[in-house]
């Protein structure tokens, strides 16, 4: 039996559908295609194009675009860029068909994108709540900075990450969010309303939260921002959304690629 | 003479007044108020408001503000956090009027803000021009990023700085911009504007200008990206106008307080 992309997508998002007032949908290509195979990533990257179809996969599904901007619905004013232009001459030539995946597994109950990340960092057992935007764990025993640092770094193979406040601080509860939820607007009440010890966010402005906490430490309230990056955050919720398609199309490849390093620390 | 805030105001924009449509202005205290000392500093921090206070300034000229968002004209939505009162407090117990004066040095030709960076690299000589939002220098014999990277360390006296694209890639044409001006709508049509080999910004979204690099990069055009921090990149021009102050108050002291380690790589 033929498995078209809308297909994929239907039993992905269930009877729900794409969710209205969404970045959502077909990127790249046509939603009547037949699938022989499916990659997912965080990002449709050149680099991830290239490896997909290298895999033999026609359907990439991504958290986020094509042309550096969320709420793109195509190249838009970069359009006359020239690497946007070889991106797209490399879609076609490739026949990938791309669909973005973003709103639809935030929205959900709990946040997938947010439960893979808890889970991934084997935090699961301890988890107080699911917010909508953000989950809150408790460590019985608490941890430093320092330490909480390197089991992330090593449960997520990343090479760094970045850190506001002392590095000292025991933290206990901790706020989860992911991809952009660092930004002041929303970590700033989740901290208060939730007495947290620490947040850890993808990204967010620089003179928001991390201000925010430093302010909050010659206060002498011991608050604590962790940022692991927008990409290192959301790539354990989508190998959920990888883990998923495998069970429902047992018939068709399904490869998870993983990002490769963006910003190097020199 | 008594010199008031108003009156250090207007001396600095001169017959321009106060930018239109702007952030600036008074974000704390009162106009009217008779200035015994000024301090200036990248961010209004509850710490450089302490030690402003301990100076003896009682203007505090900052380019950005006191709560945490850029449009802010108060605490707005976060007037219930406890760090903000906490904040206010302090400000109102030892007096400080604080000024943010953001918008008026980035719409001067050139960009004060970007000008000061220019200059506290040592690349005024080699400045090919100024465009309102970046500078574009030409380095003649070129300079790896790792290189650069070294070089602007040892300048800004910053302990790192974060970059995308390969660290061996040999840059001539540099962009030079500052603050958030390294996200995507900004960055990538200056790139390739400009034939850029290397942008230079403060702080930007990960996944624009990033990923921008790395496509780029996956189609064998060798541009690179370098951020170093939204502060670092801002601090000189502040410096600046630190020294512009000196010279039209000789009469009044005045104070640049460098800010303090903000983000930790761990």
Known sequence: MTIKVQDVMNRLMGQAGSP???VDGIVAGDGDAAVRGIAVAFIASHDVIVRAAELGANLLITHEGVFYSHHETGPGPLGDSLVVQGKLERIHSV??????????PHRTEPDVITDGLVK??????LLEKHLP????????EGMTVRGIADYIKDRLHVPYVRAAGSL??????IGIAVGYRGGGQHAIPLFEHEGLDMLIAGEGPEWETPEYVADAAAQGRDQTLMLLGHGASEEPGMRLIADRLRDYFQ???VHYLPARPL????
Chains 1, 2 share one sequence.
């Open 20 to 22: 209205a007032a969404s």
């Open 95 to 104: 026949g990938m068909n791309i669909y973005r995946l973003h709103d639809a």
């Open 120 to 125: 991934v960092l084997g935090w699961n057992d």
């Open 133 to 140: 935007t953000a989950a809150v764990v408790v460590l019985p």
């Open 168 to 173: 000292d601080t025991v933290c206990k509860r």
């Open 251 to 253: 018939e068709i490849p």
């Open 263 to 266: 910003i190097h620390i020199v």
